[in-house]
């Protein structure tokens, strides 16, 4: 049984075929080889338009770059879902000796408007602003 494994470079040589992008056709099309430079097509001739020019590669697509996405605070994300649903009128001042339930909204002097998410303990909460989750005091 013989083993074929026959490798297939494409191997390009004067008077071969490749493909190139002319600038008269102003695409890619097939072009004759004219001449090499290290192994490299140098000059080519378009098959189309028969114009001989240095040798251009095709125009490799380009992987689209994943724009980077911008570091958000998630809890901030959060607050613009849910603030617009908020009654700011129905807010709480805050105030250190307030006591505030779940759910609450806060009118806070330096964050705005917020909504208490969590009770930590007596005196503990965790409360969402525009800025993120603050833990602030009350009922004291
Ligand atoms: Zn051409």
Known sequence: MGT??????????????VKAKCGKCKKETAHTVLALVDEKPSQVRCT???????????AKPRAPKAPRAA?????????????????????????IST????????NHPKFGIG????????????????TGIKLMVHSR
């Open 4 to 17: 074929s494994s026959k490798v297939t470079t494409e191997q390009i040589e004067v008077g071969g075929a």
């Open 48 to 58: 189309i338009c028969e114009r001989d020019h240095k040798f251009r590669a095709p």
């Open 71 to 95: 570091k958000v605070n998630p809890d901030v994300a959060v607050w613009t879902k849910l603030s617009p649903k908020w009654d700011s009128a129905k807010a709480k001042k805050y105030n």
């Open 99 to 106: 006591t505030f339930a779940k759910n609450d909204l806060i």
């Open 115 to 130: 909504q208490v998410q969590q009770l930590l303990d007596a005196n503990k909460m965790r409360v969402l602003f525009e």
